[in-house]
């Protein structure tokens, strides 16, 4: 299973901005978004479970952040507005058979990491 992440660049503080996940695998993963900020640990960032009827969100985002998915493409997607400085990371995406799950360890597939850098 390989995972694709892609769409990020720089964006200005209060704007949006959408990344995309694909993955190989047409099977029932949950997947989700994870970030690491320059010296920070990686951080859960939002989770959406193989149906896309269950998701979950860090408290950071709640609100401006929004996961999505769409099966038959195999692709998930995070829609992030309202964005700030501190939204500056690379951002992972994550496939796994349990979720959506905001534990790291729930997921057995990860992406390579897009940049996201939110200008001031």
């Known amino acids: 299973v390989q995972l694709q992440a892609s769409g990020g660049g720089l964006v200005q503080a209060g704007g949006s901005h959408r990344l995309t996940c694909e993955i190989s695998a047409r099977s029932s993963y949950a997947m989700a978004w994870f970030r690491q900020a320059p010296g920070k640990e990686r951080e859960f960032v939002a989770a959406?479970?193989?149906?896309?009827?269950?998701?979950n969100y860090a408290d950071s985002v709640k609100g401006r952040f929004t996961i999505s998915r769409d099966i038959a493409k195999k692709t998930a997607y995070l829609q992030m507005s309202a964005l700030k400085p501190e939204d500056t990371a690379v951002y992972y995406c994550a496939a796994g058979s349990y979720g959506p799950s905001f534990e790291s360890n729930s997921y057995d597939y990860w992406g390579q990491g897009t940049q996201v850098t939110v200008s001031s």
């Open positions: 959406i479970s193989w149906g896309g009827g269950s998701n």
